[in-house]
């Protein structure tokens, strides 16, 4: 028998992962008793116009990040399915494969204001619980059906730390050793990421 009860699910483009998606996972693990938290780098974001950086660097960073948790776990899921990254379509074959866990997806308060532009997210809302994490910036109004459905709130600080951020600082030769692991900070130093923005 599958013994996950509590799965979280937290996808991203994580181009680069940083310090508040490390913050926002643990305090995902810890306010949901998650028995794991699987890390899920979008293949093709549909939302995204910027290029994005190969998956293969995406998916070893996130590895460095969450080295140390033996309850995160890096899910290319994504990564390995050709065409746009859907979530409703991870969902349904993680639930396959753990039919008797309630999944967790876990999202900041950017993404939640955007979900009702997901594609078939009313199905999506039946499949997982939403957990939602605060995130500083302006946040458009959330759909109202969307709020109407029942959600659990992530207890985070807020942070603000995004990845454009530090994708702009490398550019300009700022340093990154406080928003991102000092595993993920060498990485993209040996690999010469981000140098252009
Ligand atoms: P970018 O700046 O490139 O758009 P990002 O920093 O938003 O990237 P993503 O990989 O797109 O990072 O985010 C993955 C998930 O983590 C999303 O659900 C996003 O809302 C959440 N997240 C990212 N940064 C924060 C933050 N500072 N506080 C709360 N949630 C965050």
Not at 32 to 37: I, P, Q, T
Not at 80 to 100: I, K, Y
Request: proline share 8%.
């Amino acid at each position: 028998m599958d013994p996950l009860k509590r799965l979280g699910l937290f996808g991203g483009t994580f181009d680069p992962p940083h310090n508040a998606h490390l913050a926002l996972a643990r305090a995902a693990l810890d306010a949901f008793a998650l028995d794991a938290l699987h890390w899920i780098p979008a293949g093709r974001p549909w939302q995204k116009t910027r290029t994005i950086t190969d998956a293969a660097h995406r998916e070893a960073m996130v590895q460095a990040a969450i080295d140390g948790e033996k309850r995160f776990v890096l899910n290319c899921i994504e990564t390995e399915r050709a065409g746009p990254s859907f979530t409703l379509d991870t969902v349904r074959a993680l639930r396959v494969q753990h039919a008797r866990a309630e999944l967790f997806l876990v999202i900041g308060a950017d993404q939640y204001a955007g979900l009702h532009t997901w594609r078939d997210w009313q199905q999506l809302l039946g499949l997982v619980t939403v957990a939602v994490a605060n995130r500083p910036g302006p946040m458009p109004a959330v759909n109202a059906e969307v709020l109407r459905t029942p959600h659990r709130v992530v207890p985070l600080p807020m942070l603000d730390i995004s990845a454009t951020d530090i994708r702009a600082r490398v550019a300009r030769g700022l340093p990154i050793d406080m928003l991102v692991p000092p595993d993920v900070a060498r990485y993209i130093a040996q690999h010469g990421l981000y140098l252009r923005s």
